[in-house]
Every structure is written in C-alpha cells, then in structure tokens.
C-alpha cells in the first residue's frame, strides 16, 4: 500500500503507539482487500454499530480504554447503534434478571467510553441515524467509515455517500485515524452493478420481502433494480425514502448488499443510468410467484408452529416519522372495523430518540398509546438474544429481525390483520 508522508509519519509512532496501532489495522485491513491506498474519511460525523454493554466483550472495553488514555479518540463525534434495554418493553422478572445481570451489565460502563470517544450526545443511538430527526445525514460522494449494514446500505445507495461494509470497532478505528482503505463500494469500479433485476409484480411489493429475495439471490454484488420506480415514483420523497429503508435492510441482512440502484430514482441511476450495470451482468426477474416462492421458503423455528404470538416488534430497522403516523391510522381503522379498541399481541414500535422526541409532540402519540402500543428506542434483535426471549413467539414484518432471531415473519398487511382482528388470519 502506498501512503502519504502524513499516514507513513502515524504508522513510524509520530502520533504515539496507540496510533500507529490504528494505522496499522487498518493497513493490514485494507491489503486483504487489494487496497492501495488510504483515503481522508470527509463526513461530518461517524457511526458506529456496537452500543451494547454485552458482559464478554471484555476485549473491547480494554481496546476502548487504551484509546482513551493515549487521546486516540475519533476524529469526528459519532452516533450509535440502538440500546439494548427499556424497561417499558415486555420482560418477565427472571428475562430482565438476564439482561441486566448476565447480558448487558456493563452497558452503563460502555457508554461512558463512548462519551469519551465522541458520542455525538444521549439521543445518538439508532440505527437509522441518518434520519432527519438524529442529524447524521451524510452527503452525497463523503466518504464514511460505518459499520452497520442497513446504515451502510441506506448511505450508500439512497444518499450517494460511499462505504464499505465494514465490521464493528472498524468504523471506530476509521475515525480515530481519519482515514479508510480504498477499495470495493469506495471506488467507481465498485459501484457498477452485476445484477440487473427486473420488477414484474401486479402490484407495489412489500419492501421487506423484495429487499429479502434480492439478498439472497445477489448476496455480496450489487443490484440494479429496475420496474420499481412505477410504484415509487420519480422523487425520493418520505414514502420513499421509508420503502428502500426497509427493502435495503433486507438486501443486507437477508444476503450481504452495500448498494443497490433503483432505475429511475436513486441519485446515481438518475444520473447514469443504463451506464452503472457492468456488460456482463446477470439478470433476475421478480414476479408474484417468486415473491412467493421466497416467502414460503422462511424456516418456522418455533417450538411450537401453532402457538399464540406473545409478542409483535415493528421496526427493525427503525420507524420513520411519517411510518409512525402510518401505522397510527392502519391500526385504528383496523381496530374500528373489527370493534376493538386495543391491539390482540402486546406490541412494541421501535424507532430512533429523535424521531420519538418529534411523534410524541403530534396528536398522533396518545392515539398509538390508545391502541396499546408501546413505543421504544431499543433494538428488536438485542431483546431477543436473551436466551429465555428467543423461543418466545414473537412476530414480526422486518425480514432483518427474522434473519437473526426467532421471530417469525408476516407482511405489513398480515401483521395488522393480527394486531386488529386476532390470529394469525
């Protein structure tokens, strides 16, 4: 790897040993990728993906403490992945017991180090910290130094940032540095899609679900989607927006996508076009059969197929403002029809603090409460790691949350059907 006399100088000790600890990782990370070069991180702020206080990861509260006692702190302030914890969450005595001694007993002692790191302040935590209400909205062509996947995707191919996905304390060792290897979706090259795929379905698709079959079948590669924007349109408006949220947090999760290209409407298919797919890429078509065909091929890992949800999550990754306010009016036109007036499965919304903090300001917030819906900031996948959560039936509509965790899967639709009318229908 060629460096400049600035990243030789860090790497020889200029910057004490610590730093040239940094720069080292991060050489020796970028050469297993072909990487050349480094490159200047330009965005205003970072984010990282561990911000859970987990009992064994003692390796990285000691990495967190040497950094912090040579100043090797990040470059930029960051935000955070989701916490773990809200006691306002549905958890019985011995679950909480779990969590708060044998899980994430040091959460309290982790945050701390992230203070001192640069956390960007106590509302920093989210997964989708991209969202106008969280302030980390990276620009379009910055380059970033991020870690979660369906941040990573979100930036990527909605704003036109570039990163790669990178793997936790990476992104912090990218910002401590100020510096990233260059390769993969950081270059030109990297960013021509390999898959062209066509979008033949009767009717708009549900994000998830299309965002899973694509994942799967393209896995790593990058996607260029194309029939999708007739059911989105020509703008990235909030409707928008919210759709390739959770359809790129499928692709992520459900395969490994950085980037993907909606024809017509991300910002550098509506700039290039038909010249972002590579001359040999490959093609997948996507009718209703095949949605279907992906659907009915979710293994159902309950122990019990025909029990009883005890628990729904919606938002993985995070509520937007507007989906809040959505869900709000399907829940209680659901509710009115079938002559209820609470939800049939003690629900949770997650969402991010600042987006919380903005519905709790709208007529809309004591309604949702009305329902019976409990709404929080934590992370869905963290709860149900607790091993006494995890064979609970829990349901849920993000295709992400049924990836890595028992929860099992129903679309938005069947998942409302549920709340208002009992089931599953």
């Known amino acids: ?89 549905p958890a019985n ?28 302040n106590e509302d920093a935590f989210s997964c989708a910290c991209y969202l106008d209400e969280q302030g980390n909205r990276p620009a379009r062509g910055e380059v970033l130094s ?25 992104d912090l060792m990218g910002s401590v540095a100020g510096y990233v290897p260059c390769f993969g979706l950081l270059t030109d090259e990297g960013r021509k899609a390999t898959w062209v795929v066509r979008v033949e379905t009767t009717k708009k698709p549900e994000a998830q679900l299309l965002g899973s079959a694509i994942g799967m079948k393209v896995m790593e590669d990058v996607p260029y989607v194309v029939g999708l924007d007739r059911w989105l349109g020509q703008e990235l408006n909030d409707d928008a927006c919210a759709y390739l949220k959770d359809f ?24 290039l076009g038909r010249d972002l797919i590579a001359p040999d890429a490959r093609e997948y078509v996507i009718d209703d059969a095949e949605l279907r065909r992906v659907k009915d091929s979710y293994p159902l890992v309950w122990k019990n197929p025909d029990a009883a949800p005890k628990l729904c999550f919606v938002g993985c990754p995070h509520l937007s403002l507007q989906q809040l306010k959505d869900w709000t009016l399907r829940l209680e036109q659901g509710l009115r029809a079938a002559g209820r007036k609470k939800v049939t499965v003690p629900t949770v919304f997650t969402t991010a603090p600042g987006v919380k903090k ?6 809309y917030a004591p309604r949702l409460a009305g329902a019976g819906v409990i ?8 709860y149900m790691n607790n091993p006494l959560c995890g064979p609970m039936p829990v349901i849920t509509c993000s295709n992400k949350l049924r990836t890595y965790t028992t929860a099992r899967y129903y679309t938005e639709d069947e998942i409302l059907s549920i709340l208002t009318k009992g089931g599953p229908q």
Not at 248 to 270: M, Q, W
Request: charged content about 20%; proline content about 4%; some cysteine.
């Open 1 to 89: 790897m060629v460096l400049t006399k600035e990243q030789q100088d860090i790497l020889n000790g200029a910057k004490g040993e610590t730093m040239a600890k940094v720069m080292k990782t991060l050489i020796m990370y970028g050469e297993i990728f072909g990487a050349e070069k480094l490159v200047p991180v330009t965005s205003r702020y970072n984010h990282l993906v561990t911000s859970f206080g987990l009992k064994a990861l003692g390796p990285v509260y000691d990495l967190m403490d040497q950094l912090i006692e040579a100043g090797a702190v990040s470059g930029q302030k960051f935000s955070a992945d989701p916490r773990p914890l809200d006691p306002k969450v």
């Open 93 to 120: 005595w011995l679950q909480n017991l779990v969590f708060k001694k044998f899980m994430y007993s040091k959460q309290d002692f982790y945050e701390n180090q992230l203070k001192q790191l640069g956390l960007m």
């Open 375 to 382: 709404l929080s900031c934590i992370c869905p996948l963290m």
């Open 248 to 271: 790129g947090a499928a692709t992520a999760s459900n395969g490994a996508v950085g980037l993907y290209h909606i024809d017509g409407l991300t910002p550098e298919a509506k700039d």
């Open 358 to 363: 903005a519905f709790e300001a709208t007529v």
């Open 146 to 170: 991020w870690a979660e996947s369906s941040a990573v995707v979100y930036a990527n191919s909605v704003l036109g940032a570039r990163c790669n996905r990178n793997s936790g304390i990476m």
